[in-house]
């Protein structure tokens, strides 16, 4: 029934017609394929996403093709808009990308060389997009998600048995990234695997700037090392992994390991503070005193202390 009420949408509003699946779904959208007569598109629901927040997305995408980042733009309605609402839901249309989206998990990787040219790729998208100003376009920033957390402080110390020790650390790794404020720009923020497309060795695409925000570079290139070296539920993180992504970022730009691992702590940290405070607080029953986890906070602590 949904499946029909998307075909019905899409049609009226794009005059786009076809067979249409689920392709992935995931914490932030669903992702549908639409084979048509003269192409493939894709087709996003946003679960949590406003339309202020989807059309910006919009925005900085349109932006980004000016700078020859290799991403796939939303598609005009109609109506004269970029989104659309099925159910209250944004919804975007785009024309599928060449190649296929990357599978990486404990028991799959992609060789070597492509995951060397997804950190050049990164890398490149970095350079392309520093003279851009989004600043005003975006309201969130690369603190957000912790300023977030950090207003359930009070439910935090009273229901959480490791709250005192985790906003101790929320409070260095902010005092450290508030000393690094130069160099801010437009940065992905969520740039894993099952955002990058290939085709064969090369990289063919970008997906998903919905977390794109305000910030600096190194918070991203921390955050997409981690993901490209260390998937969630692996044992142990892979070295040779993290070492090809590293030295394929740096085929563009040079980056000061010495506090490469400041930068992992706090890229973990933000991103489990978006789980906590989405999934865990709020749902937190009277009486219960919870320890907190994720995988990105494990992950967080153990690159903090990783020597590279």
């Known amino acids: 029934m949904y499946l029909q009420i998307i075909q019905n949408v899409i049609k009226l509003e794009y005059d786009i017609e076809g067979d249409i699946s689920l ?32 059309r910006t997305e919009g925005e900085i995408i349109a932006l980004l093709q000016q700078c020859n980042v290799p991403c796939a733009s939303f598609l005009m309605s109609k109506s004269g808009s970029r989104v659309v ?52 376009l975006r309201e969130r920033d690369m603190f957000t998600e912790i300023v977030k957390f950090l207003s359930y402080e009070e439910m935090i110390l009273k229901k959480t ?55 600096h570079p190194m918070k991203d290139f921390a955050l997409s090392l981690m993901e490209w070296s260390y998937p969630d539920g692996a044992d142990d993180v892979n070295h040779d992994a993290f070492h090809s992504f590293l030295n394929g970022y740096e085929r563009i730009i040079s980056i000061d390991r010495k506090i490469l691992n400041d930068w992992m702590l706090f890229a973990g940290l933000s991103d489990a503070c978006t789980y906590w405070s989405n999934n865990v607080l709020p749902v937190m029953k009277l009486g219960e005193c919870v320890e907190l986890k994720s995988f990105m906070y494990k992950k967080g602590l153990f690159f903090h202390n990783y020597k590279i």
């Open 23 to 54: 392709y992935r779904e995931s914490d932030d959208n669903l992702l549908y394929t639409l084979k048509s007569a003269d192409g493939d598109y894709a087709v996003r629901i946003s679960k949590h996403a406003s339309l202020p927040e989807v």
């Open 85 to 136: 609402l099925i159910e209250s839901k944004s919804v975007v249309v785009m024309k599928w990308l060449s190649g296929t989206v990357i599978t990486l998990d404990k028991n799959t990787w992609p060789s070597l060389e492509i995951i060397a040219n997804a950190g050049e790729e990164l890398a490149m998208f970095h350079k392309a997009v520093q003279m851009l100003n989004v600043e005003e």
């Open 161 to 215: 048995k490791n709250g005192i020790e985790i906003l101790d650390q929320l409070k260095k790794v902010v005092s450290f990234a508030q000393q690094h404020t130069n160099h801010y720009q437009l940065i992905h923020n969520d740039y894993r695997p099952s955002n990058v497309m290939n085709k064969g060795s090369n990289i063919t695409g970008i997906l998903d700037f919905d977390w794109a925000c305000y910030g």
